[in-house]
């Protein structure tokens, strides 16, 4: 979308869309010099809205720094307001379905949660925090969000998630990871690895072999693994979170061979950098300094715009689509 002066700005609208409009990117030009961001994070948070990077940045008030800028060019701000990309429910696309939502709490998986529900599913949400699901619950006083705070790398746990999902589950989104500390092979430690590996590989194995016979006797299922770029190439995060994803699309393609012909789907979304509450521990070494030499100039995404993806593959929508790997990363994979 192009930006003229006959578009108006809002504080929803794209950091792209400030840096376009003519009064608007003086005025967020100013903002961004006393907040010391220089082009290239401008150009990583474009696609943005004001208010949801004030957030993420940690302004202490964001929708009143949103107010001061809007208020910094009202005399130059008329014409049809700029929306940006809006997400688009589609009725009825999970009514009937329960739905098993791992890392539901935060980011991309309580996004995927309440898209589902809110598109007539019924949510298992499954993470650690009790309190966070909680809140996403009250957001749907329905019921169509069962909560269960457990740690997928638990037998005992596991149990709980399907007795909460009372003997049928059509779909499930093993959104739950963690990220590492961007060691090399050389320094990486046991206590990384294994903390890595349990969830992002054991844990999700473990859920998804106690979800499979229950669609193996419903004669059909549909399963998502949240990948990411790091599962295609070697250049965004340490030895074992990259190795960890990287075993996730093995687990992918293995599934979709074995189950094919039990009506039973599996794909994987391999997401690029998402404005999501996972942030990695870096202490610095080798394997640090030697990633973040290398960034690929891609604007960062919103949780909704992976759980668009997700729940896509999730749907009847993929009908035809079965051991896919959908990078949905806006051209990372590419660089």
């Given at each position: 979308m192009t930006i003229t002066?006959?578009?108006?700005?809002?504080?929803?609208?794209t950091?792209?869309?400030?840096?376009?409009?003519?009064?608007?990117?003086?005025?967020?030009?100013a903002f961004a010099e006393q907040a010391g961001m220089d082009?290239?994070?401008?150009?990583?948070?474009?696609?943005?809205?004001?208010?949801?990077?004030?957030e993420a940045t940690g302004s202490p008030d964001a929708a009143g720094a949103a107010e001061h800028l809007l208020s910094q060019i009202s005399d130059a701000n008329v014409g049809v307001e700029d929306t940006g990309w809006i997400e688009a429910i589609t009725p009825g696309r999970f009514t009937g379905k329960?739905?098993?939502?791992?890392?539901?709490?935060?980011?991309?998986g309580r996004a995927v949660a309440s898209r589902i529900a809110r598109e007539g599913g019924v949510v298992v949400a499954v993470d650690l925090s009790e309190a966070k699901l909680a809140e996403l619950a009250m957001t749907f006083p329905d019921g169509s969000i069962r909560i269960v705070a457990?740690?997928?790398?638990?037998?005992?746990?596991?149990?709980?998630?399907?007795?909460?999902?009372?003997?049928?589950?059509?779909?499930?989104?093993?959104?739950?990871?963690?990220?590492?500390?961007?060691?090399?092979?050389?320094?990486?430690t046991d206590a990384v690895?294994?903390?890595?590996?349990?969830?992002?590989?054991?844990?999700?194995?473990?859920?998804?072999?106690?979800?499979?016979?229950?669609?193996?006797d419903a004669g059909r299922g549909t399963v998502v693994n949240v990948a990411s770029e790091a599962a295609l190439r070697g250049s965004s995060s340490g030895l074992a979170y990259t190795a960890s994803k990287h075993a996730?699309?093995?687990?992918?393609?293995?599934?979709a061979f074995m189950y094919e012909p039990n009506g039973i789907r599996?794909?994987?979304?391999?997401?690029?950098?998402?404005?999501?509450?996972?942030?990695?521990?870096?202490?610095?070494?080798?394997?640090?300094?030697?990633?973040?030499s290398f960034s690929p100039p891609v604007p960062i995404a919103l949780p909704e715009n992976l759980a668009a993806s997700i729940t896509f593959l999730l749907s009847d929508d993929s009908t035809n689509v079965n051991g896919a790997i959908l990078t949905s990363d806006g051209g990372e994979s590419v660089y």
């Open positions: 002066q006959a578009t108006a700005l809002t504080a929803n609208s950091i792209g869309a400030w840096m376009k409009h003519p009064a608007g990117s003086r005025a967020f030009a082009t290239a994070s401008l150009a990583i948070l474009k696609n943005l809205p004001l208010t949801r990077m004030l329960t739905v098993i939502v791992t890392g539901a709490a935060s980011g991309i457990a740690d997928i790398t638990s037998e005992t746990a596991i149990a709980r998630i399907l007795e909460t999902a009372g003997g049928r589950i059509d779909c499930l989104a093993n959104v739950a990871g963690l990220s590492d500390d961007f060691s090399a092979i050389h320094e990486v690895l294994e903390r890595t590996f349990n969830v992002n590989v054991f844990g999700l194995i473990r859920l998804t072999r106690a979800v499979v016979p229950l669609m193996l996730v699309i093995g687990v992918t393609r293995s599934m599996v794909n994987a979304v391999a997401p690029g950098g998402t404005l999501t509450g996972m942030r990695p521990v870096i202490t610095g070494g080798y394997g640090p300094e030697r990633v973040q």
